[in-house]
């Protein structure tokens, strides 16, 4: 079927302005990842969903990052107040058809450039 | 934290030519796993060896994997101008069930010159 899709495909905003980040994963897939790629720090874990549940936010830079799933499906992941650090290109990735089946390949979307001026 | 990191940061071949790209990581993992990025957008998943594995194939793709010496390689034969992109590899951590949390390398940027 189709493949991880994310929206939009880039961004550009202004420092102090909210911005929201859509996943849609691969149908039927129970895990969700988002990862940040910056330059000089290369691709970074930004946090983990299993279903509807955040069980690792460990990646989160700041308080200032959240993300939700519902229905088990989409993602969104929203930056408050945004910064100029927070330019990056932020990847989507998901995996795992069964609960059970061990969480190998992550299938990644193209990604969504933020950009903040 | 483990950390895969690629070498040769760059790598600039002719076609035709093989391309070898080394991944070296710091703690014990279930998985490690080749991705290949263009343009600094999308990864594309090539290949996922497991720890129990020493080399795996695909195409024109060959991996191997050392666990006593925590490294892995991937081969590209017989390059494309199409191979062109950054490769980085990626781990997965084997303690404290964090068996999903991928670790990237910097990336081997790959020129396959025409």
């Known amino acids: 079927g189709a493949g991880v899709s994310q929206s939009p495909s880039n961004k550009v905003t202004e420092k102090g302005k909210d911005v929201e980040l859509r996943c849609d994963p691969i149908s039927g897939h129970t895990a969700l990842y988002w990862y940040r790629q910056s330059l000089g720090q290369g691709l970074e874990f930004l946090i983990y969903f299993q279903g509807n549940s955040a069980p690792d936010k460990s990646g989160l830079p700041s308080d200032r990052f959240s993300a939700e799933r519902t229905g088990g499906s989409v993602s969104t992941l929203t930056i408050q107040r945004t910064q100029q650090e927070d330019s990056a290109v932020y990847l989507c990735?998901?995996?795992?058809?069964?609960?059970?089946?061990?969480?190998?390949?992550?299938?990644f979307g193209p990604g969504t450039r933020l950009l903040v001026l | 934290s483990q950390q895969g990191e690629e070498d040769p940061q760059a790598l600039s071949i002719q076609e035709g030519e093989n391309a070898t790209m080394n991944c070296s990581y710091k703690t014990s993992i279930n998985n490690l796993q080749w991705y290949r990025q263009n343009s600094g957008r999308g990864l594309v998943h090539l290949i996922l060896?497991?720890?129990?594995?020493r080399e795996k194939h695909s195409g024109r793709l060959r991996v191997t994997l050392d666990t006593s010496k925590k490294s892995s390689s991937l081969l590209i034969t017989a390059s494309r101008a199409a191979d062109t992109a950054s490769y980085f590899c990626?781990?997965?951590?084997?303690?404290?069930?964090?068996?999903?949390?991928?670790?990237f390398g910097k990336g081997t940027l790959l020129t396959v010159n025409p």
């Open positions: 990626a781990t997965d951590g084997k303690s404290g069930g964090s068996n999903y949390k991928l670790t």
């Open positions: 060896i497991r720890s129990n594995e």
């Open positions: 990735a998901s995996s795992g058809y069964r609960l059970w089946a061990r969480r190998e390949t992550q299938y």
